[in-house]
């Protein structure tokens, strides 16, 4: 089965700063891999996906995040934070199992940032 | 081009009271997921339906809760006899097909159990 961890439950940055979401997966197969936003009272908006090729991947609103195959991580990074970006960010892997593809999610990491 | 639509938003029930929640997948969606958040915890799986099928329910409690997407009309995720355990956000995603690897999520129904 595969299993998705995010050891920061919470990550405080300042304004301007960089600022970098960890995520680390194990899974018997391959998988493709999603991180995702959920403002507050909100759903989950998609930030970027990696399904294969470039390890490099870009999102939305200036993030982005890069795989690493033989660390199993997919950590999301961003150069230069703003107040909006105040959020909760779940990392995701997605399975085929019986048939279809099975996504299974981190526990989320609140990112706060300080104006 | 509308995206999932979840309603209602917000739900009060007491507890021993049923609680139904809607979801309308997007336009030429078949397949619905309903994920449950409970506070501060991520998502997790509950039951994954195609139109008049459920494909995996191995996330379901296995008392109290269902699920049906009938041919006509939105996926419905009932409760039964809601307990206080049973607040958190519920969240529904819809996909294209059944290989689809991405989901697209509505805003959630957060249930308040008193």
């Known amino acids: 089965a595969q299993s998705v961890t995010q050891l920061d439950s919470q990550v405080p940055v300042f304004e301007e700063a960089p600022v970098e979401l960890r995520c680390n997966y194990s899974s018997s197969v391959s998988v493709y891999l999603f991180w995702y936003v959920q403002y507050p009272n909100q759903g989950l908006q998609l930030l970027l996906k990696y399904l294969s090729g470039s390890t490099l991947v870009k999102g939305i609103n200036g993030f982005e995040a890069e795989f690493n195959k033989s660390q199993t991580s997919f950590h999301l990074r961003k150069p230069s934070v703003h107040i909006s970006d105040t959020a909760e960010y779940f990392c995701?892997?997605?399975?085929?199992?019986?048939?279809?593809?099975?996504?299974?999610f981190g526990t989320g990491t609140k990112l706060q940032v300080i104006p | 081009n509308a995206g999932v639509m979840q309603n209602p938003r917000h739900l009060v029930r007491r507890r021993g009271q049923e609680a139904r929640l809607r979801c309308s997948p997007m336009?030429?969606?078949?397949?619905v997921y309903w994920y449950r958040q409970l506070p501060e915890e991520g998502l997790k799986f509950m039951v994954y339906?195609?139109?008049?099928?459920?494909?995996?329910e191995s996330g379901m409690p296995k008392e109290r809760f269902s699920a049906e997407f009938p041919k006509e009309g939105p996926s419905i995720l009932r409760i039964q006899q809601v307990v206080r355990g049973d607040s958190a956000a519920y969240f529904c995603?819809?996909?294209?097909?059944?290989?689809?690897?991405?989901?697209?999520f509505g805003p959630g129904t957060r249930l308040t159990v008193t």
């Open positions: 995603a819809s996909s294209q097909s059944r290989d689809s690897y991405e989901q697209y």
């Open positions: 339906l195609q139109k008049e099928n459920i494909i995996d």
């Open positions: 995701a892997v997605s399975v085929p199992s019986g048939g279809y593809q099975k996504v299974t």
């Open positions: 336009k030429g969606h078949s397949h």
